[in-house]
């Protein structure tokens, strides 16, 4: 393992779709595609300095390979452990990314924006919205969140 320890960010090979969602959620800015072959990853990671998580041993040893994490663990949330206790992650910003495409969050001032694009009950009961530049996709404080929160607390609370 080789890591830049100022304040990362990722790219995940396609064996860690979970992970990067999760990152993403803590407002890292994770880059993830099922479909990128090994030798792409590399190139991105190199071009934009980006750390590799990865789980394939045979990647690791791949020659100018750098800046990289080996991930151990099956499980998502035990990923998501090592990655915050090996590089001593802790400076977290919820609900700053999109999940599904990692473009940034920014409060939707105006509700009425956002009227005709999530369901009638939504608009009409909840008043904090969330908007990614880059999808477009909506974002608002449901029973999601919540149970988001309450797992990462759980995760968090292993290393604190």
């Not at 105006?110 to 919205?129: A, C, G, M, S, T």
Request: hydrophobic fraction near 40%; charged fraction near 30%; aromatic fraction near 10%.
């Amino acid at each position: 393992m080789k890591v830049d320890f100022r304040r990362p960010i990722f790219i995940a090979d396609v064996m860690l779709g979970r992970l990067a969602r999760w990152l993403r959620l803590l407002g890292f800015d994770t880059l993830y595609d099922s479909n990128i072959s090994d030798t792409k990853l590399i190139r991105i990671a190199k071009e934009q300095d980006r750390v590799i998580l990865t789980r394939d041993t045979r990647l690791v040893k791949i020659r100018g390979m750098q800046n990289y994490l080996l991930i151990n663990s099956n499980e998502p949330f035990q990923q998501l452990r090592e990655v915050i206790h090996t590089l001593n992650l802790n400076d977290f910003h919820l609900l700053a990314r999109c999940v599904i495409c990692n473009g940034k969050l920014s409060r939707v001032t105006d509700k009425n924006e956002i009227r005709d694009l999530v369901p009638d009950y939504v608009f009409h009961n909840f008043q904090n919205f969330l908007r990614c530049h880059e999808c477009g996709k909506i974002y608002w404080e449901g029973t999601h969140p919540e149970m988001f929160k309450e797992k990462l607390t759980e995760v968090l609370n292993t290393y604190q």
